[in-house]
C-alpha cells in the first residue's frame, strides 16, 4: 500500500534537508482519534470512518468489482487508507491557512507579504 512509498518519500524529503513547516505521515496519524468500519449487507462496499480529535470525521470506502475478489481485511485497508488520505488534504489547507495569516516579523494575524 502506500504507506511504504510515503515513508520512501519522507524519507527523500529529510535527506534532502527540506525542513520548511510542512506535514509528515506521523503528524496525519496523530490526529486520528478512532475508526469504524462497515460493510453493507450483501455488497462488497467497505466504509472507513476516521474520527478526528477534533471531532470531525473523513470517510474512505473500498469495493470489489466482483464478489468473488471481495476480502474484508483488504476492504478495510484500502477503505482506510483512502480515508486517511483525506486527512492530507485537510490538514494540508490547515497548515497553509496558517501560513498565511503570519507576517514577515513573526506575529500571528497578519496576512503575509508575498
Request: with cysteine.
Amino acid at each position: 500500500m502506500a504507506g511504504h512509498d510515503e515513508k520512501a518519500i519522507e524519507k527523500e524529503i529529510q535527506a534532502k534537508g527540506l525542513n520548511a513547516p510542512r506535514l509528515n505521515p506521523s503528524m496525519i496519524d496523530a490526529v486520528i482519534a478512532g475508526e469504524d468500519y462497515h460493510v453493507f449487507p450483501g455488497t462488497t462496499m467497505t466504509v472507513c470512518a476516521l474520527k478526528l480529535k477534533n471531532g470531525f470525521v473523513v470517510i474512505g470506502e473500498s469495493a470489489a468489482a466482483s464478489a468473488d475478489n471481495f476480502n474484508e481485511e483488504i476492504g478495510r485497508k484500502i477503505a482506510r487508507e483512502n480515508a486517511r488520505n483525506k486527512i492530507w488534504a485537510l490538514e494540508g489547507y490547515l497548515l497553509r491557512e496558517k501560513l498565511a495569516f503570519v507576517s514577515v516579523d513573526g506575529r500571528p494575524g497578519t496576512v503575509h507579504k508575498s
